[in-house]
């Protein structure tokens, strides 16, 4: 069965600091696996997307992320975090063509000034 | 472009009552996704509707159910409403049902509470 794994329900770092989420997966099928943020009261929006090709994907924001088959991870990462990153983030596969998404449990992430 | 919209954004409903929930998609989608979010429970798939078919289902009860209309809007239904139904339910439309590479674009989701 196809889940995924967020290891964290809640990170927090500095401001300035290295903000590092983790997400693994488990799929029967060559995978792929989406980024996305909900920020307080609002939808999900998405950060990034590994479909095929290069394995390290730039998203928006500043973030970035890796895409690793041996093991199985996909964690997103940024550089130097601002008080903006605020929010609750979550790795999803699609599943079935696409038309469902499985989720991973969500990360929230603070930023400490 | 107009993002996903969903009316009504706030619901208060008591239990036994039933509710429908209203999801405009992005201009030009044909496929929209609802999904149920919770503190204990995450997000949980509910259903996909693409050219007015139902094509993927969760593992909800028959209480929860969906439509699409020609134009791509959706609505899903829950009936017998119960104190556990009360969650963020969120709506997303991609362009096509096609690939599992298409992006699903969120709405800002109904917050409905039953009391």
């Known amino acids: 069965a196809q889940s995924v794994t967020q290891l964290g329900s809640h990170v927090s770092v500095s401001e300035g600091a290295l903000v590092l989420l983790r997400c693994n997966y488990s799929s029967s099928v060559p995978p792929y696996l989406f980024w996305y943020v909900q920020y307080p009261n609002q939808g999900l929006q998405l950060l990034l997307k590994?479909?095929?090709?290069?394995?390290l994907v730039k998203g928006i924001n500043g973030f970035e992320a890796e895409f690793k088959k041996s093991e199985t991870s996909f964690h997103l990462t940024k550089p130097s975090a601002h008080m903006s990153d605020a929010a609750e983030y979550f790795c999803a596969l699609p599943y079935n063509q696409g038309g469902k998404l499985i989720f991973g449990q969500g990360t929230e992430l603070s930023v400490k000034p | 472009k107009a993002g996903v919209t969903q009316t009504p954004r706030y619901l208060i409903k008591t239990r036994g009552q039933q509710v429908t929930l209203s999801c405009s998609p992005i201009?030009?989608?044909?496929?929209v996704s609802w999904y149920q979010q919770t503190p204990g429970q995450g997000l949980q798939f509910l259903f996909e509707y693409f050219s007015e078919t139902q094509r993927n289902k969760g593992n909800f009860p028959g209480r929860f159910s969906g439509r699409q209309f020609s134009n791509s809007r959706s609505e899903m239904n829950v009936s017998t409403l119960e104190l556990g139904d009360s969650a963020l339910y969120l709506c997303?439309?991609?362009?096509?049902?096609?690939?599992?590479?298409?992006?699903?674009?969120f709405g800002p989701g109904t917050r409905l509470t039953v009391l």
């Open positions: 997303a439309s991609r362009r096509t049902s096609g690939g599992p590479t298409d992006t699903q674009y």
């Open positions: 201009s030009g989608h044909r496929s």
């Open positions: 590994y479909t095929t090709g290069a394995t």
